[in-house]
């Protein structure tokens, strides 16, 4: 234990045996107090051992705040974070960082419904973004990747595959005029083999370039 509390001092968290902490009310070691960090952050809350354990609110000197629970001496379960600049994430945590199911809206309206892992979005989530574009699908590293669908404002369609947040593998492109492509896509283009199928009934099928039809 010793060890391990002398590690989340050198990370500036919140323990009662690191040099320059403070408690400045209540009971820091097994109880309810309010503790003041080296850094100057503030937690109020339940304490086990002298670590954060249990429900409790921490208070960053860049005015971000947490609000939830702490295992250990980190955010570890259900909590809200909400940064300064606006930010807010309502979710699960393990070991300070967002982890398991979870919500994050941004500042700019942008917002993600879905799964975290290493404080990224890993798995399946839905972004939702201001300008009315919407992506329903699988995510790796806050990248799209895997199978997905996006919706654009425009009210053209695409479902396919992604790689690193490009259209790139086998999908079906469907635009607002009525037109669509079903094949091959790379680097967010039309790119291999694909028919395209216009509104009006004609088909051109073949290979295609980035964009454009170059062989049948």
Not at 23 to 33: D, K, R, V
Not at 177 to 192: I, M, P, R, S
Request: glycine residues 18%.
């Amino acid at each position: 234990m010793k060890k391990y509390i002398v590690s989340l001092c050198l990370l500036g968290l919140f323990v009662t045996g690191c040099m320059g902490a403070r408690c400045i009310s209540g009971n820091c070691q097994n109880g309810y107090g309010t503790f003041i960090a080296p850094s100057g952050s503030k937690y109020v809350g339940e304490f086990k051992n002298g670590l954060q354990n249990g429900q409790g609110t921490k208070t960053y000197t860049n005015g971000a705040t947490y609000v939830g629970e702490f295992k250990n001496g980190l955010q570890n379960g259900q909590g809200t974070f909400k940064s300064a600049s606006g930010n807010k994430y309502v979710g699960q945590w393990k070991d300070n960082e967002m982890e398991g199911q979870g919500t994050y809206t941004y500042a700019n309206g942008n917002e993600y419904v879905g799964q975290w892992k290493n404080d990224k979005r890993n798995g399946q989530g839905t972004f939702t973004f201001a300008s009315g574009d919407k992506y329903v699908g699988q995510w790796k590293d806050d990248k799209k990747h895997g199978q997905g669908t996006f919706t654009f404002a425009s009210g053209n369609k695409y479902v396919g595959q992604w790689i690193d947040s490009k259209m790139e593998g086998q999908g079906t492109y469907t635009y607002a005029n009525g037109d669509e492509y079903v094949g091959e896509f790379y680097d967010d283009k039309l790119n291999g083999q694909g028919t395209m199928t216009y509104a009006n009934g004609t088909k051109k099928s073949g290979l295609w370039k980035n964009g454009e039809l170059v062989g049948r």
